[in-house]
T-cell receptor, first 112, second 113 residues
Framework: NAGVTQTPKFRVLKTGQSMTLLCAQDMNHEYMYWYRQDPGMGLRLIHYSVGEGTTAKGEVPDGYNVSRLKKQNFLLGLESAAPSQTSVYFC???????????FGQGTRLTVV | QQQVKQSPQSLIVQKGGISIINCAYENTAFDYFPWYQQFPGKGPALLIAIRPDVSEKKEGRFTISFNKSAKQFSLHIMDSQPGDSATYFCAALFSGGYNKLIFGAGTRLAVHP
């Protein structure tokens, strides 16, 4: 029973490099989310998706892109990483209208 | 501008005491108010949730109190235990249309034995 799986768990990037974070869920959830967690800022919504092929901007979308080509996967891309994107990134999924979002274990990203 | 404001940022409580965390929101379109608990190195997990047509919800030692007119809600942890030490996030949800779950800044709770 995997739930929500994030890949990778840790990554160090140099400024200007690109990378993709992968989120996979096996609960057949329609909705998926990407959050970033920073000290004192809580969890801030980057982008989200309400179904396969759809994406929408959250609170802090700048510098990120996402894709939802398959229902079970939600990809978060950083085209040109900046030190301000150093953070812990969480993916989550849920049923429509539900307050219960299931979170992955997080990806700790450091941009130097 | 945070849509959900949470306080305090950190809280220290003695074992057996009551932990109280407060949240306030502005947007009356929110229609579901969950609380999440996060242990170090883990993702947040749903603890308890309430809808705005209910003033209080209790699950074991955890209680949500909701004041719709004041646009405030709070989490009370009765008989706090060291195992409750974690970060707690309040959140608010637009469940209609696009399902957006917005979180507060979090409260780091430490329960001392």
């Amino acid at each position: 029973n995997a739930g929500v799986t994030q890949t990778p768990k840790f990554r160090v990037l140099k400024t200007g490099q690109s990378m993709t974070l992968l989120c996979a869920q096996d609960m057949n959830h329609e909705y998926m989310y990407w959050y970033r967690q920073d000290p004192g800022m809580g969890l801030r919504l980057i982008h989200y998706s309400v179904g396969e092929g759809t994406t929408a901007k959250g609170e802090v979308p700048d510098g990120y892109n996402v894709s939802r080509l398959k229902k079970q996967n939600f990809l978060l891309g950083l085209e040109s990483a900046a030190p301000s994107q150093t953070s812990v990134y969480f993916c989550a999924s849920s049923y429509p209208g539900g307050a219960r979002a299931f979170f992955g274990q997080g990806t700790r990203l450091t941009v130097v | 501008q945070q849509q959900v404001k949470q306080s305090p940022q950190s809280l220290i409580v003695q074992k057996g005491g009551i932990s109280i965390i407060n949240c306030a929101y502005e947007n009356t379109a929110f229609d579901y108010f969950p609380w999440y608990q996060q242990f170090p190195g883990k993702g947040p997990a749903l603890l308890i949730a309430i809808r705005p047509d209910v003033s209080e919800k209790k699950e074991g030692r955890f209680t949500i109190s909701f004041n719709k007119s004041a646009k405030q809600f709070s989490l009370h942890i009765m008989d706090s235990q060291p195992g409750d030490s974690a970060t707690y996030f309040c959140a608010a949800l637009f469940s209609g249309g696009y399902n957006k779950l917005i979180f507060g800044a979090g409260t780091r709770l430490a329960v001392h034995p």
